[in-house]
């Protein structure tokens, strides 16, 4: 089967660069117009120019030729030469490369300090809270985080430059609108996870020997962290090529924004390196993941196949999903009652009042009726594609090997250079932005799936089943699916405010609704050019993702609450036969 998961995995590389390297056709527009655009705007597209420019970059021969000439020449190392500024490539992609994870470094360095930070508590009390909080800091926009940080440390206190790359200096802001997000999420993986390793044997042991409360904390870690470590391979990639956004906003030269300039113009050659670079990262970066696993896990705690305990219930109080969902709810169905398209010049940027209780944009729109109607492209796409992916999931939870390599190369391509590909193929817009969410939406939600599917049928209940003739059927429907559909449901809930932001972010980046369309990424990039004279226009959607995510957290934590008590209530009855726990 290994085999299996290898041949997909290479299947999937080459129908991701051949879509790359068919791009120009798929999409129905003329390649060669594009070029000229992109070369020199000033000139007429006449006949005479698109055929010098068809014969010049040999798009005569047609796109499967080109394709197979890419090819060739990639063997020998040659990505080609760019459409549009005639230079090499090779030398453009390696400095994009060398910029992002340069920004990278940084920007992982400050999230792992950041997620320090999240799980100290956790350490010292020995209990997680439900995580509303955390969520609501992951949840943050960084593209809004960017252009906060930039008006603040930048133009009003000029503490920093906001633009280029020229020092360590450029680094520092780029960094914190990356690393603030990325460690609201790595702190709150492992803080999740210590409550159950604090709770085993060992550490009772351990500290019944005097041993100090330091080198316990280092070994809960140790212990913790074997299967977190994937996610943070994530995370470096995310930090990488999805940090297309934050590189627009700072105009850093990295290989995420030199694909995303690539894309708009054109420029086939460079945005096929472009992705190609991305890819090898994200997989080297997913090797060299599941090599410090292997690591960490060492040969005695591999061999015993140990894993962590169940987490116990984390303290989830009802009233806090139900106040967000009330505040949330209030403000839609408020801002659904107004016109989102009315435009006011004579109230622009108008600070909030009774008569605009959210203010206004720069039109003079009403941000609340804006808001309350974006909810259902927002929200309402990203609960599409999230009930698509956990769809997708639970089958493919079936056959692990076979999505294992479909899943290494979906991890490696970021939401936004998906996004790119698609919004490039088919045109911007929403059902172009679901659908690269789409695409690499469902690899997590499928490794969970595949592993609970794997432990429901190693179980000694289903040997029983089996035992006294139960049908295959009988076995699926009334126990496995039970069994794994409710915790990958309830994992589904939990990525659906990062869905959101990525469906956001989309938008922003003008790759998903366009204008005059009321969808929070719009919004977020719409109120960005005088976010300094009316900051609530962005704030609106921003603190709206947020309360999203605290309402996912909180309420999927309630939920797995009350089921673990109704389980506990309820236990399965023994007979005087058969003795407990045989």
């Given at each position: 089967?290994?085999?299996?998961?290898?041949?997909?995995?290479?299947?999937?590389?080459?129908?991701?660069?051949?879509?790359?390297?068919?791009?120009?056709?798929?999409?129905?527009?003329?390649?060669?117009?594009?070029?000229?655009?992109?070369?020199?705007?000033?000139?007429?597209?006449?006949?005479?120019?698109?055929?010098?420019?068809?014969?010049?970059?040999?798009?005569?021969?047609?796109?499967?030729?080109?394709?197979?000439?890419?090819?060739?020449?990639?063997?020998?190392?040659?990505?080609?030469?760019?459409?549009?500024?005639?230079?090499?490539?090779?030398?453009?992609?390696?400095?994009?490369?060398?910029?992002?994870?340069?920004?990278?470094?940084?920007?992982?360095?400050?999230?792992?300090?950041?997620?320090?930070?999240?799980?100290?508590?956790?350490?010292?009390?020995?209990?997680?809270?439900?995580?509303?909080?955390?969520?609501?800091?992951?949840?943050?926009?960084?593209?809004?985080?960017?252009?906060?940080?930039?008006?603040?440390?930048?133009?009003?206190?000029?503490?920093?430059?906001?633009?280029?790359?020229?020092?360590?200096?450029?680094?520092?802001?780029?960094?914190?609108?990356?690393?603030?997000?990325?460690?609201?999420?790595?702190?709150?993986?492992?803080?999740?996870?210590?409550?159950?390793?604090?709770?085993?044997?060992?550490?009772?042991?351990?500290?019944?020997?005097?041993?100090?409360?330091?080198?316990?904390?280092?070994?809960?870690?140790?212990?913790?962290?074997?299967?977190?470590?994937?996610?943070?391979?994530?995370?470096?990639?995310?930090?990488?090529?999805?940090?297309?956004?934050?590189?627009?906003?700072?105009?850093?030269?990295?290989?995420?924004r030199t694909a995303l300039g690539a894309a708009k113009s054109q420029d086939?050659?460079?945005?096929?390196?472009?992705?190609?670079?991305?890819?090898?990262?994200?997989?080297?970066?997913?090797?060299?993941?599941?090599?410090?696993?292997?690591?960490?896990?060492?040969?005695?705690?591999?061999?015993?196949?140990?894993?962590?305990?169940?987490?116990?219930?984390?303290?989830?109080?009802?009233?806090?999903?139900?106040?967000?969902?009330?505040?949330?709810?209030?403000?839609?169905?408020?801002?659904?009652?107004?016109?989102?398209?009315?435009?006011?010049?004579?109230?622009?940027?108008?600070?909030?009042?009774?008569?605009?209780?959210?203010?206004?944009?720069?039109?003079?729109?009403?941000?609340?009726?804006?808001?309350?109607?974006?909810?259902?492209?927002?929200?309402?796409?990203?609960?599409?594609?999230?009930?698509?992916?956990?769809?997708?999931?639970?089958?493919?939870?079936?056959?692990?090997?076979?999505?294992e390599g479909a899943a290494d190369i979906a991890n490696a391509l970021p939401?936004?250079?998906?996004?790119?590909?698609?919004?490039?193929?088919?045109?911007?817009?929403?059902?172009?932005?679901?659908?690269?969410?789409?695409?690499?939406?469902?690899?997590?939600?499928?490794?969970?799936?595949?592993?609970?599917?794997?432990?429901?049928?190693?179980?000694?209940?289903?040997?029983?089943?089996?035992?006294?003739?139960?049908?295959?059927?009988?076995?699926?429907?009334?126990?496995?699916?039970?069994?794994?559909?409710?915790?990958?449901?309830?994992?589904?809930?939990?990525?659906?405010?990062?869905?959101?932001?990525?469906?956001?972010?989309?938008?922003?980046?003008?790759?998903?609704?366009?204008?005059?369309?009321?969808?929070?990424?719009?919004?977020?990039?719409?109120?960005?050019?005088?976010?300094?004279?009316?900051?609530?226009?962005?704030?609106?959607?921003?603190?709206?993702?947020?309360?999203?995510?605290?309402?996912?957290?909180?309420?999927?934590?309630?939920?797995?609450?009350?089921?673990?008590?109704?389980?506990?209530?309820?236990?399965?009855?023994?007979?005087?036969?058969?003795?407990?726990?045989?």
């Amino acid at each position: 089967m290994a085999d299996a998961a290898t041949l997909t995995r290479l299947l999937c590389l080459i129908a991701v660069l051949a879509a790359v390297g068919l791009l120009p056709w798929l999409s129905g527009r003329d390649p060669a117009l594009a070029v000229l655009r992109a070369r020199s705007a000033e000139q007429d597209p006449t006949e005479e120019a698109l055929d010098s420019v068809r014969r010049d970059l040999g798009l005569d021969a047609g796109p499967l030729s080109l394709l197979g000439h890419w090819a060739s020449d990639l063997l020998h190392g040659d990505l080609g030469i760019s459409w549009v500024s005639g230079t090499e490539v090779l030398p453009s992609v390696l400095s994009g490369l060398q910029v992002s994870l340069a920004l990278m470094g940084v920007s992982l360095g400050l999230a792992l300090l950041l997620a320090c930070a999240l799980v100290a508590p956790v350490l010292v009390r020995g209990r997680a809270s439900a995580g509303a909080w955390a969520a609501m800091l992951v949840a943050i926009p960084e593209f809004l985080l960017a252009t906060v940080v930039l008006l603040l440390f930048g133009v009003w206190l000029g503490w920093l430059p906001t633009s280029g790359w020229v020092g360590p200096e450029n680094m520092v802001l780029p960094a914190v609108a990356l690393g603030v997000p990325g460690g609201g999420l790595l702190g709150r993986l492992v803080a999740d996870a210590l409550p159950a390793v604090l709770d085993e044997r060992w550490v009772e042991l351990w500290r019944a020997a005097g041993v100090s409360r330091a080198r316990i904390a280092g070994a809960a870690l140790r212990r913790v962290l074997p299967p977190l470590v994937p996610q943070l391979g994530m995370v470096a990639v995310g930090l990488t090529g999805g940090a297309v956004a934050v590189e627009t906003v700072f105009a850093v030269p990295g290989i995420g924004r030199t694909a995303l300039g690539a894309a708009k113009s054109q420029d086939l050659p460079l945005l096929q390196g472009a992705v190609l670079a991305l890819l090898a990262l994200g997989l080297v970066t997913g090797a060299l993941a599941a090599l410090a696993r292997r690591r960490l896990l060492g040969p005695a705690l591999r061999d015993a196949s140990l894993a962590l305990p169940p987490a116990r219930p984390v303290r989830a109080h009802r009233a806090v999903p139900a106040t967000l969902f009330a505040v949330l709810a209030v403000t839609i169905g408020w801002g659904l009652l107004r016109d989102p398209y009315a435009v006011n010049t004579t109230a622009r940027l108008a600070a909030p009042s009774w008569a605009h209780p959210l203010g206004t944009d720069g039109l003079g729109r009403d941000v609340l009726a804006r808001l309350g109607h974006g909810a259902a492209s927002t929200v309402g796409t990203a609960a599409a594609v999230c009930l698509l992916s956990l769809l997708v999931s639970l089958a493919l939870g079936f056959l692990p090997r076979i999505a294992e390599g479909a899943a290494d190369i979906a991890n490696a391509l970021p939401p936004v250079i998906v996004g790119i590909l698609v919004a490039a193929a088919v045109g911007p817009g929403t059902g172009g932005a679901a659908l690269a969410v789409a695409l690499i939406s469902w690899p997590a939600l499928s490794s969970h799936a595949a592993a609970l599917v794997q432990e429901v049928r190693a179980s000694a209940f289903l040997t029983a089943q089996r035992a006294i003739g139960a049908s295959p059927l009988w076995i699926l429907t009334r126990h496995v699916l039970p069994s794994v559909a409710a915790p990958v449901a309830r994992h589904a809930l939990l990525r659906l405010p990062g869905i959101a932001l990525a469906l956001a972010s989309l938008g922003f980046l003008g790759l998903g609704a366009q204008p005059p369309a009321p969808e929070w990424g719009l919004l977020l990039d719409e109120s960005r050019a005088y976010v300094e004279r009316a900051p609530w226009a962005a704030l609106a959607p921003a603190v709206a993702l947020a309360l999203l995510a605290g309402l996912a957290v909180s309420g999927a934590a309630l939920a797995r609450g009350r089921g673990r008590r109704t389980r506990r209530v309820t236990p399965a009855p023994v007979t005087k036969e058969a003795p407990v726990g045989v």
